[in-house]
């Protein structure tokens, strides 16, 4: 296997546009299933929206279009070349584990959706929940397995079947509800309505939560080097998509806030309550599980999406020689098939806890807010990065600067670690002891983290890619 195959300077296909890697993007981050817990707040939601985009969104659009038009690779390359190979698979390893964690989280509201078409009472059902999710889960690596263009065209497509075109019909619906005599549940009669009722420090955790609805901006900087002209197209890129998430998130919020009153809206179906009512006002409800089937196949594809990508940066990883042998194994579409097989396992794995042992869905949500404290460390990394290597690199040809480095960097980097610190806190509506919460998430991340720190100390020459043939990739040690 050839150096130059295997660090995917000459994986074949067709090149990535910057339009189409706007949508992978848009695919990462923007989904429709988080809808619902902004919506009762009607008219406040667009400020709760607005802030993270500012001081997390824009920063990480920002800095990961700078990195990515300098340094080929992804989180991983970036990292590296700031504070050396350690600290690049610290980063991609928690990129990737709380990849892998997510999931079944995301799945589970699939299989809600999927429920809604035929008997939405499946929703509740632990084992549907589980097989869902296990047989959704392998459909979307067998078609990750296909390789970076089957992964593009699923996730490009999926997003304006998926997401784009709900969302619309659910902006659509809402305005002609509306403006046909149904009543809008949404509170517009006074300038309080624009502001979240300010509850003290719930109001800040509020807010701070919903950073994480844009996590994923710099996840397919991976792919940069199958793009045309990436210096110049993947800044572009980033802001195409920072507007379409916005788009995606804010009008259809609103949307549901019409339809559904603040008190019934359900955070599993309430997108799919907000079609009942829309649809059921001009006498076609049955459109509703249509819309049901499009949702669907959005998820599927943002599932796809984020199979290829983070798994694809820790394969890098170990080409530098910090994985065994047989985890870089490829098949023969270039894609990183062991590495896909190992987090398939782990998701499946997860799926039958949740399928036979519903009592289990506490600890589940639990090892998801552990995962997510992972993820917050990365940005944090990515962004003292980005103002390193300002220093330690500053001849290193960029496609596109950040201007004013410093307050970006160090605004997404105070939002990142109070997002993390608050974290820590137990959430309204969690019956469970602070002291006994902090103690879990911490033994939490500690064994979630600690992978790249075993990994490296065990690692041996032999490992290294480069010094290997491709008959040696298909040995049995290692």
Same mark, same amino acid.
């Given at each position: 296997?050839?150096?130059?195959?295997?660090?995917?300077?000459?994986?074949?296909?067709?090149?990535?546009?910057?339009?189409?890697?706007?949508?992978?993007?848009?695919?990462?981050?923007?989904?429709?299933?988080?809808?619902?817990?902004?919506?009762?707040?009607? #008219? =406040?939601?667009?400020? @709760? $929206? +607005?802030?993270?985009? /500012?001081?997390?969104?824009?920063?990480? &659009?920002?800095?990961? *279009?700078?990195?990515?038009?300098?340094?080929?690779?992804?989180?991983?390359?970036?990292?590296?070349?700031?504070?050396?190979?350690?600290?690049?698979?610290?980063?991609?390893?928690?990129?990737?584990?709380?990849?892998?964690?997510?999931?079944?989280?995301?799945?589970?509201?699939?299989?809600?959706?999927?429920?809604?078409?035929?008997?939405?009472? #499946? =929703?509740?059902?632990? @084992? $549907? +929940?589980?097989?869902? /999710?296990?047989?959704?889960?392998?459909? &979307?690596?067998?078609? *990750?397995?296909?390789?970076?263009?089957?992964?593009?065209?699923?996730?490009?497509?999926?997003?304006?079947?998926?997401?784009?075109?709900?969302?619309l019909v659910l902006v659509v619906m809402a305005v002609l509800f509306v403006a046909t005599g149904g009543h809008s549940s949404m509170a517009v009669g006074k300038?309080?309505?624009?502001?979240?009722?300010?509850?003290?420090? =719930?109001?800040?955790? @509020?807010? +701070?939560?919903?950073?994480?609805?844009?996590?994923?901006?710099?996840?397919?900087a991976v792919h940069v080097g199958d793009m045309k002209n990436p210096k110049k197209g993947f800044p572009k890129s980033m802001v195409l998509a920072s507007v379409?998430?916005?788009?995606?998130?804010?009008?259809?919020?609103?949307?549901?806030?019409?339809?559904?009153?603040?008190?019934?809206?359900?955070?599993?179906?309430?997108?799919?309550?907000?079609?009942?009512?829309?649809?059921?006002?001009?006498?076609?409800?049955?459109?509703?599980?249509?819309?049901?089937?499009?949702?669907?196949?959005?998820?599927?594809?943002?599932?796809?999406?984020?199979?290829?990508?983070?798994?694809?940066?820790?394969?890098m990883v170990g080409e530098d020689g910090y994985l065994p042998l047989r985890l870089q194994k490829l098949n023969k579409n270039k894609i990183q098939v062991n590495?896909?097989?190992?987090?398939?396992?782990?998701?499946?794995?997860?799926?039958?806890?949740?399928?036979?042992?519903?009592?289990?869905?506490?600890?589940?949500?639990?090892?998801?807010?552990?995962?997510?404290?992972?993820?917050?460390?990365?940005?944090?990394?990515?962004?003292?990065?980005?103002?390193?290597?300002?220093?330690?690199?500053?001849?290193?040809?960029?496609?596109?600067?950040?201007?004013?480095?410093?307050?970006?960097?160090?605004?997404?980097?105070?939002?990142?670690?109070?997002?993390?610190?608050?974290?820590?806190?137990?959430?309204?509506?969690?019956?469970?002891?602070?002291?006994?919460?902090?103690?879990?998430?911490?033994?939490?991340?500690?064994?979630?983290?600690?992978?790249?720190?075993?990994?490296?100390?065990?690692?041996?020459?032999?490992?290294?890619?480069?010094?290997?043939?491709?008959?040696?990739?298909?040995?049995?040690?290692?």
């Amino acid at each position: 296997m050839t150096g130059e195959t295997r660090s995917g300077k000459a994986r074949g296909g067709t090149p990535l546009s910057w339009v189409t890697m706007a949508l992978l993007t848009t695919t990462a981050v923007a989904s429709i299933r988080g809808l619902p817990a902004m919506a009762p707040y009607g #008219l =406040a939601s667009i400020l @709760l $929206f +607005v802030i993270p985009a /500012i001081v997390f969104l824009l920063p990480t &659009a920002l800095v990961s *279009a700078e990195l990515a038009s300098g340094w080929k690779g992804g989180i991983f390359r970036w990292i590296q070349a700031a504070y050396g190979d350690r600290a690049g698979f610290v980063a991609i390893w928690q990129q990737w584990i709380q990849n892998v964690v997510w999931y079944p989280a995301q799945l589970a509201f699939f299989a809600g959706a999927l429920a809604y078409i035929f008997s939405p009472s #499946l =929703a509740n059902n632990g @084992l $549907f +929940v589980g097989i869902t /999710i296990l047989v959704t889960y392998w459909m &979307a690596t067998l078609l *990750a397995l296909r390789g970076l263009n089957t992964a593009t065209f699923v996730g490009s497509k999926g997003l304006i079947v998926g997401t784009l075109f709900p969302a619309l019909v659910l902006v659509v619906m809402a305005v002609l509800f509306v403006a046909t005599g149904g009543h809008s549940s949404m509170a517009v009669g006074k300038a309080s309505d624009w502001f979240p009722a300010w509850t003290g420090f =719930a109001s800040i955790v @509020l807010i +701070v939560s919903n950073f994480l609805a844009y996590a994923g901006m710099e996840m397919n900087a991976v792919h940069v080097g199958d793009m045309k002209n990436p210096k110049k197209g993947f800044p572009k890129s980033m802001v195409l998509a920072s507007v379409l998430i916005l788009l995606i998130f804010i009008p259809p919020t609103l949307a549901i806030s019409v339809g559904v009153p603040a008190k019934g809206v359900d955070l599993t179906t309430g997108v799919m309550q907000a079609f009942d009512v829309f649809f059921g006002h001009f006498g076609v409800a049955w459109l509703t599980k249509v819309l049901c089937v499009f949702i669907v196949v959005g998820i599927l594809a943002m599932v796809v999406n984020w199979i290829a990508g983070p798994s694809r940066g820790l394969l890098m990883v170990g080409e530098d020689g910090y994985l065994p042998l047989r985890l870089q194994k490829l098949n023969k579409n270039k894609i990183q098939v062991n590495i896909l097989l190992v987090q398939g396992g782990i998701v499946s794995l997860l799926a039958a806890f949740f399928a036979l042992i519903p009592s289990v869905q506490s600890a589940f949500w639990l090892i998801v807010t552990m995962a997510i404290q992972l993820y917050l460390i990365m940005y944090m990394m990515m962004f003292l990065a980005a103002m390193r290597l300002r220093k330690k690199a500053p001849d290193v040809e960029r496609g596109y600067k950040v201007p004013a480095m410093r307050l970006v960097a160090w605004t997404g980097f105070a939002a990142s670690l109070l997002a993390f610190l608050l974290g820590f806190v137990v959430p309204s509506g969690q019956k469970m002891n602070q002291a006994l919460y902090s103690l879990l998430l911490v033994a939490g991340i500690l064994v979630l983290g600690c992978g790249p720190f075993i990994f490296y100390k065990i690692r041996k020459p032999v490992w290294k890619t480069d010094q290997n043939t491709e008959s040696q990739l298909s040995l049995d040690e290692g």
